[in-house]
């Protein structure tokens, strides 16, 4: 049971670069969510999923698109990379839409963009 | 007031030691509470679910005050393997559910 598999684990862009993060579980979990992780700022929801075809904002959204086409993977893109969007990327997931159960986090995605 | 906050720490304590953590929170409404343990350069992992009653698992023992709106988590017999960052999780009903996370409290536990 591999869990929740984020890829890749390292990636550096040039400042104007696009690329996407992939995020894919195997838990038949409903609800999937994107954070970054900054120094001093703790974890911030980018976006989330309660389900197939069904994408919302979190706290920091701009600069990022999800999408949901099935429920066990959900892609975070960046559409033109920014220095400020330097961090680190985690994946999570769990059973409930609901935010009553845990979330299950990937190993995460440490970005550079210079 | 930040929805969820806590004290960052470090405390630094000798095996063996007891320590506690609290963790306040903004919102009310929350129904739902976790203590997260983070290493070094490694993703979030639950420690334990906070409940209404108080909960123990092993070494580690979780409170919920919903007059006073905080958490703690308490480990007794601290372990030089316990050093970590702990992060306090509230659900945040009013944003549908999502997860809030705290900015979590740095243990190092020395020999």
New interface residues.
Partial sequence: NAGVTQTPKFQVLKTGQSMTLQCAQDMNHEYMSWYRQDPGMGLRLIHYSVGAGITDQGEVPNGYNVSRSTTEDFPLRLLSAAPSQTSVYFCASSYSRTGVSPLHFGNGTRLTVT | RKEVEQDPGPFNVPEGATVAFNCTYSNSAS??F?W?RQDCR?????LM?VYSSGNEDGRFTAQLNRASQYISLLIRDSKLSDSATY?C?V???G??????????TKLSVKP
């Fill in positions: 129904q739902s976790f997260y490694k993703e979030p992992k639950l679910s992060l999780v659900n945040s009903e944003s549908q559910g999502n997860l809030i996370f705290g900015k979590g």
